[in-house]
Every structure is written in structure tokens, then in C-alpha cells.
């Protein structure tokens, strides 16, 4: 992503979908990019804040204890900060898409909110709704979280985590989603299934 193999100006619109949530440098990527671009072509990305989305729970979690959520919140805070200082990208970086695409000189940036959502209403008929279920009820089986269990604690170390508070959150977080699961498998977990997922678009200047 930092070294496309495409001369300059090659293209009217280049995009990416999250994509830049997983780089190092999300600038430089952001520049090779636009250099890619033709003068008045469109820059256009999909990336998500999944910060945002620990507040988004269904029905299982909606009246759980405040500091079960917080301590939920915290957990991946401190993981995703960690993930980011490694090197591996930032997870909650559209919220500052627009800032790098305005700095990267990039003309009229515009910004729409997805309007995509994952409901999962019981009985799970749509296609969707099945293979949603079907991927939350594989991570519970496989005890996955947001990552594995091994770079949960490579993130959450680098992060700055409390070691001996590791096994404890992440105890926490596969009983939380074998009670998905439960909810699942028994027809009573319903949400809407949103999320914090923007589209960031901008021109590169026609005198560039």
C-alpha cells in the first residue's frame, strides 16, 4: 500500500475499504494514494471507529452492570492503542480520515455515515442474518474475541495493560460472547446491529 506499482496519475478514482485500519503509517498511504491519482480524480475509503462500537450491544448486554461495560470499554481501548503502537494499525481510525485527507491536501472532503446495519431478528430468515449468526456462534466455539487470544495479549501488553488483570478481561469477554451464542441458539438475542463505519471522500486538485 505504500509502494502501489502504478505510475502517477493513473487513475480517475482509487479507494480502499478498511484498509488503513490495519497499516502503520495510514499518512503515507493516504499519500501514495493521491499520487496514483489523476489531477481532479476522487479519493474515496471506507473505514470503521470500532471504539464506538462497544457501546452498541444487543439485547443480552443492554442493562448488563456499568462497570461490566466499562471494564469491556477499557479492555479494548488499551488493546487497540496497544495494536497501534505496534505497528499494525489504528481500529477507530475513520474518525480521523477526514483531518488526514484535509492535511493531505485533498479538495471538498465530504463525509457520509454507512447506513449499513447487521440486524439479527429471531428466527434469523435472511441470508445475512444467518451467516452473522453463524460467525458469532464460530468465535464462541473458538473462544475469538476481536482477535485471537494470543494477540489479545500481545495488544493489551503493549497497550500498557495491567498483566494480572489479562486473564480476568478476557474470561470476561468469552462468557460474554458464549452468552451471545446462548441467545442465539435459543432465539432470544435481537439488535439492530448498527455500527460507526464513515466514507470519506475527496478530489485531488486539478492544477496538482
Known amino acids: 500500500a505504500r509502494s502501489l506499482p502504478f505510475a502517477d496519475g493513473a487513475f480517475d478514482l482509487v479507494t480502499c475499504q478498511t484498509v488503513l485500519i490495519h497499516v ?20 474515496l475509503t471506507a473505514e470503521p471507529n470500532n471504539m464506538a462500537g462497544t457501546q452498541i450491544v ?3 448486554r443492554f442493562h448488563e452492570p456499568v462497570e461490566q461495560r466499562l471494564a469491556m470499554t ?6 487497540e492503542r496497544g495494536k497501534e503502537s505496534l505497528g499494525e ?3 477507530s481510525i475513520g474518525e480521523l480520515v477526514p483531518g488526514l485527507f484535509a492535511a493531505a491536501g485533498l479538495e471538498g472532503v465530504k463525509v457520509c455515515q ?24 464460530d468465535w464462541a466455539d473458538r473462544d475469538f474475541w476481536a482477535w485471537s487470544k494470543d494477540d489479545t495479549r500481545r495488544y ?13 478481561l478476557w474470561d470476561l469477554a468469552m462468557g460474554l460472547g458464549r452468552q451471545e ?9 435481537h439488535c439492530a ?16
Open 114 to 137: 454507512s447506513s449499513h446495519a447487521s440486524p439479527l431478528i429471531p428466527p434469523y430468515r435472511t441470508a445475512s442474518e444467518r451467516a452473522l449468526r453463524d460467525q458469532i456462534l
Open 74 to 79: 477499557r479492555f479494548q481501548l488499551v488493546c
Open 181 to 189: 451464542a446462548d441467545g442465539l441458539r435459543r432465539e432470544t438475542l
Open 24 to 43: 502503520p503509517d495510514s499518512r503515507a498511504v493516504i499519500a501514495e494514494m493521491i499520487r496514483v491519482l489523476a489531477p481532479g480524480g476522487y479519493l
Open 58 to 60: 444487543g439485547s443480552p
Open 89 to 91: 494499525g489504528n481500529n
Open 156 to 168: 493489551f501488553g503493549a497497550g500498557v495493560g495491567d498483566p494480572a488483570e489479562f486473564e480476568q
Open 193 to 208: 446491529g448498527g455500527s460507526v463505519f464513515y466514507i470519506v471522500a475527496g478530489w485531488k486538485s486539478a492544477l496538482a
